[in-house]
């Protein structure tokens, strides 16, 4: 079983910039499809960014897109978040998700395909 670290979050002013980092332990994280989510207050949880366990595909929301990048680096059993761009709607807590997927290339917004989560790190971007 895998455990997921995320860190990296903070207050920025918008139009800045913050890298969330999710570190796992206990698996490699490339046997692992890794997801970011996010949830605002009063709202329910929305993909962000996912990225295959091959690292070659992605999926962003189209809210992001253009902002945010994920990438990983299975050698240091990590996974990135850079966000640029940052707009006072990206106020959230941002989750990183791990789904056991056999396809080395399958990549998913759905949080169903996750089996592991973190505990979250909160992003604030001020107007």
């Known amino acids: 079983q895998v455990q997921l670290v995320e860190s990296g979050g903070g207050l920025v002013q918008a139009g800045g910039s913050l890298r969330l980092s999710c570190a796992a332990s206990?698996?490699?994280?490339?046997?692992?499809?890794i997801g970011w989510f996010r949830q605002a207050p009063g709202k329910e949880r929305e993909a962000v960014a996912a990225?295959?366990?091959?690292?070659?595909?992605?999926y962003y929301a189209d809210s992001v897109k253009g902002r945010f990048t994920i990438s990983r680096d299975n050698a240091k059993n990590t996974v990135y978040l850079q966000m640029n761009s940052l707009k006072s709607e990206d106020t959230a807590v941002y989750f990183c998700?791990?789904?056991?997927?056999?396809?080395?290339?399958?990549?998913?917004?759905?949080?169903?395909?996750?089996?592991?989560w973190g505990q979250g790190t909160q992003v604030t971007v001020s107007s």
């Open positions: 206990g698996r490699t994280i490339n046997t692992y499809a």
């Open positions: 998700a791990a789904g056991p997927i056999i396809n080395i290339n399958y990549v998913s917004g759905d949080p169903l395909t996750y089996d592991y």
């Open positions: 990225v295959s366990r091959s690292g070659l595909n992605t």
